[in-house]
């Protein structure tokens, strides 16, 4: 008994590791900052459940592929400021920090006019299994938050698929 308890406290850091600290933390402290706010969570079986409604009423092969992705989606948070940005730039700079040190890496960054967009994933065994959306503006924030078990060849035929319909000859390689 005595070894089960040692062995269970010694697992303890890794456990708390796996968990995106910094992203409840975040998202604690602003989803009660004010009234004006959209915040939800919707655990991953009924992500899994509505995936499932609607792959029913797909039209075509891509859309039922398109839900096939949405699957493998678990967990998901959305933080939105839609009139206001009350998000402190030093708040996000350690929420991005925060998330560096727990593993996650940033996939794409984009910076434009005030916009300030960032992809963060945290992977493991060559799948994406959290994915972290920001996008802050003078007037607005969002925070998405996914837990996956997404593959980079699932996504890259995924943005290929759509920009392939748009008519651009680009192919997207992760």
């Known amino acids: ?11 303890l850091p890794f456990l708390v590791s796996a968990q995106t600290i910094s992203i409840n933390e975040f998202y604690r ?3 009660q900052s004010n009234d004006e706010n959209t ?9 899994k459940l509505g995936v499932g409604i609607a792959k029913t009423q797909a039209e075509n092969e891509e859309e039922k592929k398109l839900f096939n992705l949405g699957k493998k989606i678990g967990k998901l948070r959305v933080l939105a400021f839609e009139d206001s940005n009350p998000v ?5 700079d350690r929420l991005r920090e925060g998330v560096r040190k727990e593993r996650f890496e940033d996939l794409v960054m984009v910076r434009e006019e005030g916009t300030h967009v960032n992809l963060m994933i945290r992977e493991k065994k060559e799948k994406i299994k959290n ?20 593959k980079y060849e699932e996504i890259e035929e995924f943005i290929n698929k759509a920009i392939s319909e748009d008519g651009a000859p680009l192919e997207v390689k992760l």
């Open 88 to 92: 402190s730039k030093k708040d996000l």
């Open 39 to 47: 915040h939800l969570t919707v655990p991953g079986w009924v992500v």
């Open 1 to 11: 008994m005595k070894t089960i308890l040692l062995s269970a406290i010694a697992l």
């Open 131 to 150: 994915l972290l959306i920001l996008v802050s503006e003078e007037d607005s924030f969002t925070l998405v938050s996914l837990k996956t078990k997404l």
């Open 29 to 31: 402290k602003y989803k």
